[in-house]
């Protein structure tokens, strides 16, 4: 069965405090791997796709990349307002639906 | 930017009683999809329709479950008899023919059944 895996399920931070989440993926024939971010009571937003181990992608303070099994989304130097829940989906085979993770909710304290 | 637009925000409905969520997708998508996030649960998949036809479907999308576009602009979602275990928020999303993969969701619809 396809699954999509978080860790860790809540980390805080201080403004300023680099990190990592992670996310890793049992998909067969995976398409794609996403990365949203979900704000309390919102839909997804979404912020990064990937679609071949070793790619990478960056927007301002975050960077998102892969391998054949995971996929890391780094938080340099977070500011409060990054706080959110990260999501990571895949899709994969014939399928076009987003198989999602759990979340890691994010908090990074002024 | 253009967005996909879900009303009610929310909505209070009696068990058993039939409920109709809207959705108008980003206007030159093709491709619709809904998903629910039940409370401190994972965001999962219920449908996704192509073309006028449903293209797939989770096991969580029973009979009680149907969809249908109605004109050009709407997706709607139907559950003719809910239950109290269909409380939860109800995510429209729709991607583009090009990068047909990313999906773009809306704010939800919280449906609450007492």
């Known amino acids: 069965e396809d699954q999509v895996t978080q860790s860790p399920e809540a980390l805080r931070l201080q403004e300023g405090e680099s990190s990592s989440l992670n996310c890793s993926y049992t998909?067969?024939?995976?398409?794609?791997l996403f990365w949203y971010r979900q704000d309390p009571g919102k839909g997804p937003e979404f912020l990064f796709t990937?679609?071949?181990a070793g790619e990478e992608k960056e927007k301002e303070r975050l960077k998102a990349t892969l391998t054949k099994k995971e996929s890391f989304l780094h938080i340099t130097a977070p500011k409060p307002e990054d706080s959110a829940t990260y999501l990571c989906a895949a899709t994969g085979g014939s399928q076009g639906n987003l198989i999602f993770g759990k979340g890691t909710k994010l908090s990074v304290k002024p | 930017e253009p967005e996909v637009t879900q009303t009610p925000s929310h909505q209070v409905t009696q068990m058993g009683q039939e409920v109709i969520l809207r959705c108008v997708p980003i206007s030159n998508h093709l491709y619709f999809y809904w998903y629910r996030q039940i409370l401190g649960q994972k965001v999962e998949f219920l449908v996704s329709?192509?073309?006028?036809?449903?293209?797939?479907k989770s096991e969580i999308f029973d009979d009680q479950f149907s969809v249908e576009r109605p004109d050009g602009s709407n997706f709607t979602l139907k559950i003719r008899s809910t239950k109290l275990e269909d409380s939860a928020m109800y995510f429209c999303a729709s991607s583009g023919t090009v990068a047909k993969n990313i999906q773009y969701f809306g704010a939800g619809t919280r449906l609450s059944v007492l």
């Open positions: 990937l679609y071949s």
């Open positions: 329709f192509y073309n006028n036809e449903i293209s797939e």
């Open positions: 998909v067969s024939g995976l398409r794609g």
